[in-house]
């Protein structure tokens, strides 16, 4: 048996950062709020909780006064800036850069398309909290869409501007356009470069991942794919492993593993999504060498 970590997978820099900011800030006050789970990881979570993180939500945020509040890489909407103010909060912002800057240009192609009577659709996830953050750039007037029924809630009569969650697919992306498009031509006879406007706006340090997976997959007998089950990116670049290697197995940890996906002479692989520790791969990569009884070099 052949244990190799993908040293591609884990941590984006955005999940990177903010975590090293929520330890140092914890070094020194011991404690401190994070607006909702820092990382789509349980394991994670719970590591951090033992350090002194508080996970709230946007209700409790409401309730606190005069203390520090931890803003995750997903970002935040106007409004919590706004209430940390009222409320004499100090926000520790981690928000991704990244999705600071796609913030950004939401809020640049919302002011035009109020304009131009147009319309920010937004592909991502309806309540996850990265949307919620660029929604909220839009007075909560994006149309959020993930599948061809939500495709309804356009006017395609009116100008559309697209952008993207940025841990979505690029191949739903792009064929989520290719609908919006065919849509437009269908509704207006034709379509005119005022009418559509499609940014790409998925992280590449993310999408990336998906053609490395596809190789890492291919060259493994087992892959064993760690995640916590909230993480819409870990649900991804699952379905690209198990699209590439009929052997893929999700798991949160190492307990979910099941010994009878292992044959003694397999190559397996260990990868995880941009929410996965890699000290969580590390375990399960342990776990798997203690199910053999003869030596095995594992790779990182």
């Given at each position: 048996m052949d244990v190799t970590i993908d040293k591609n997978s884990g941590y984006c820099f955005g999940v990177e950062y903010a975590i090293k900011m929520a330890e140092d800030e914890m070094?020194?006050?011991?404690?401190?709020?994070?607006?909702?789970?820092?990382?789509?990881?349980?394991?994670?979570?719970k590591r951090l909780s033992n350090k002194g993180l508080v996970?709230?939500?946007?209700?409790?945020?409401?309730?606190?006064?005069?203390?520090?509040v931890l803003i995750r890489a997903h970002g935040e909407p106007p409004e919590t800036y706004r209430m940390a103010i009222?409320?004499?909060?100090?926000?520790?912002?981690?928000?991704?850069?990244?999705?600071l800057?796609?913030?950004?240009?939401?809020?640049?192609?919302?002011?035009?398309?109020?304009?131009q009577q147009?319309?920010?659709?937004?592909?991502?996830?309806?309540?996850?909290?990265?949307?919620?953050?660029?929604?909220?750039?839009t007075l909560e007037k994006a149309i959020v869409v993930m599948d061809d029924e939500d495709l309804n809630q356009i006017d395609f009569s009116k100008p559309v501007t697209l952008f993207s969650q940025t841990t979505k697919s690029t191949r739903g992306f792009y064929a989520?356009?290719?609908?919006i498009q065919k849509r437009i031509e269908e509704a207006k006879g034709k379509m005119d470069e005022v009418d559509f406007n499609a940014n790409d706006s998925i992280c590449r340090q993310?999408?990336?991942?998906?053609?490395?997976?596809?190789?890492?997959?291919?060259?493994?007998?087992?892959?064993?794919?760690?995640?916590?089950?909230?993480?819409?990116?870990?649900?991804?670049?699952?379905?690209?492993?198990?699209?590439?290697?009929p052997r893929s197995y999700f798991v949160e940890n190492e307990e979910e593993i099941v010994s009878d996906w292992i044959r003694a002479d397999d190559?397996?692989?260990?990868?995880?999504?941009?929410?996965?520790p890699m000290w969580l791969m590390e375990q399960v990569r342990d776990h798997l060498l203690s199910l053999d009884t003869r030596s095995v070099e594992a790779g990182i």
């Open positions: 070094v020194e006050d011991q404690k401190l709020y994070c607006l909702g789970d820092i990382v789509h990881n349980d394991m994670e979570v996970v709230i939500d946007r209700e409790d945020l409401r309730c606190l006064h005069d203390c520090k009222e409320n004499n909060i100090e926000l520790i912002d981690a928000s991704c850069p990244v999705v800057k796609l913030q950004h240009r939401v809020k640049t192609a919302f002011d035009k398309m109020e304009k147009g319309q920010i659709v937004i592909y991502g996830k309806k309540g996850h909290a990265e949307v919620i953050g660029l929604t909220g750039q989520l356009k290719e609908k993310v999408s990336n991942r998906e053609p490395q997976l596809q190789k890492f997959s291919e060259e493994n007998d087992v892959i064993i794919f760690v995640s916590g089950k909230k993480s819409s990116n870990g649900k991804a670049l699952y379905q690209v492993c198990k699209g590439v290697n190559k397996i692989g260990i990868c995880g999504a941009t929410s996965t």
